[in-house]
């Protein structure tokens, strides 16, 4: 999954992207409105963790022009103890959540993963298909009831395709899910990885849409 971390101070900025990135989320992070409103029109995120009181351009004027442009990227806003009315301007201007400064790491995760299966159109924490199991929130996975252990960058693929079963994703979008501004990409690590899952986890779990991408194919009837 793919993060965008709007966030001026240095010190909270740091903290989180290094509890993000601990957690396999590919993260970006800008510091100001500016940064924020070019990165959203230019990028696809799975989800933004975004702070009200910025530089240059205020986060709220960031998320009205989000809502505008009608994207659906989940948004979740930090904001002080004492901002009842900027967390009231926030969700009615669009924000899904939010979370107060000085937030509480374990519970941020928490948020940022109930938000990512609510965008994902799930409400069980637990995702399950087709015999294989996998927790967001534990990082584990099992097959037929049997652990397995994956590379953070094979749980970054697979968790995308898992959440939406029948849901084609081309290799660029999974490269998204991947990699940050600063990540080098290698050409085929796309290929490695689902080559590594479809060994795990069986040959028929993840399919190739010739010509389109990947997908975990819906259950039968």
Do not use: F
Request: with cysteine; aromatic share 4%.
């Amino acid at each position: 999954m793919r993060l965008l971390l709007v966030e001026d101070d240095s010190m909270i900025g740091e903290a989180v992207l290094d509890l993000l990135r601990a957690e396999h989320y590919a993260v970006d992070w800008v510091r100001d409105g500016e940064m924020a409103d070019t990165a959203l029109r230019t990028q696809d995120y799975d989800l933004v963790l975004l702070d009200l009181g910025l530089p240059r351009r205020d986060g709220l004027d960031v998320l009205r022009a989000l809502r505008a442009r009608r994207q659906r990227v989940p948004v979740l806003i930090a904001t002080a103890r004492d901002a009842v009315q900027q967390r009231i301007e926030g969700l009615d201007a669009g924000a899904d959540d939010y979370v107060l400064k000085p937030y509480d790491l374990h519970e941020l995760l928490a948020r940022l993963r109930a938000l990512l299966r609510r965008a994902a159109g799930r409400a069980e924490p637990v995702y399950e298909h087709q015999g294989i199991c996998i927790n967001p929130a534990t990082r584990e996975v099992t097959a037929q009831g049997q652990p397995v252990q994956l590379s953070a960058r094979e749980w970054a693929v697979l968790e995308p395709l898992l959440a939406r079963p029948g849901l084609v994703l081309s290799r660029a979008q999974l490269e998204e899910k991947l990699y940050g501004w600063k990540d080098e990409i290698s050409s085929n690590a796309v290929e490695v990885y689902i080559h590594g899952l479809r060994r795990k986890l069986g040959p028929g779990l993840i399919q190739n849409v010739r010509g389109v991408g990947y997908m975990v194919p819906k259950a039968g009837p």
